[in-house]
């Protein structure tokens, strides 16, 4: 199971800290990845990590604002997310899965997910 929390209101500009925290399975044996979803649009890539956190990957759209992390040891990965526009206005999603290197990005790759937080970015 994957709860996120960490959502909410923030103006233009603000920073928020979303987290990920797994229960009942070996959150180190699976890539973990941040997706999002705006009203009326479909499940867009922001950010994963590979089993350790050794490697990060972020899209472009979120790059140099947004900062992915893990900690194994507390089952719990984080979405820093600084500078925030509102178009980064949307419900966010954390996944976990056995992933290969070259599907970190496809939402199919993943096969546990959490129930969403939302996101909100006032102009």
């Known amino acids: 199971q994957l709860v996120e929390s960490g959502g909410g209101l923030v103006q233009a500009g603000g920073s928020l800290r979303l987290s990920c925290t797994a229960s009942?399975?070996?959150?180190?044996?699976?890539?973990t990845a941040w997706f999002r979803q705006a009203p009326g649009k479909g499940r867009e890539f922001v950010a994963a990590?590979?089993?350790?956190?050794?490697?990060?990957w972020c899209a472009d759209s979120v790059k140099g604002r947004f900062t992915v992390s893990r900690d194994n040891a507390k089952n719990t990965m984080y979405l820093q997310m600084n500078s925030l526009k509102p178009e980064d206005t949307a419900d966010y999603y954390c996944?976990?899965?056995?992933?290969?290197?070259?599907?970190?990005?496809?939402?199919?790759?993943?096969?546990?997910w959490g129930q969403g937080t939302l996101v909100t970015v006032s102009s």
């Open positions: 009942g399975r070996t959150f180190s044996g699976y890539g």
């Open positions: 990590t590979s089993r350790n956190g050794g490697n990060t």
């Open positions: 996944a976990a899965g056995r992933v290969i290197l070259s599907t970190y990005r496809d939402y199919e790759a993943y096969s546990y």
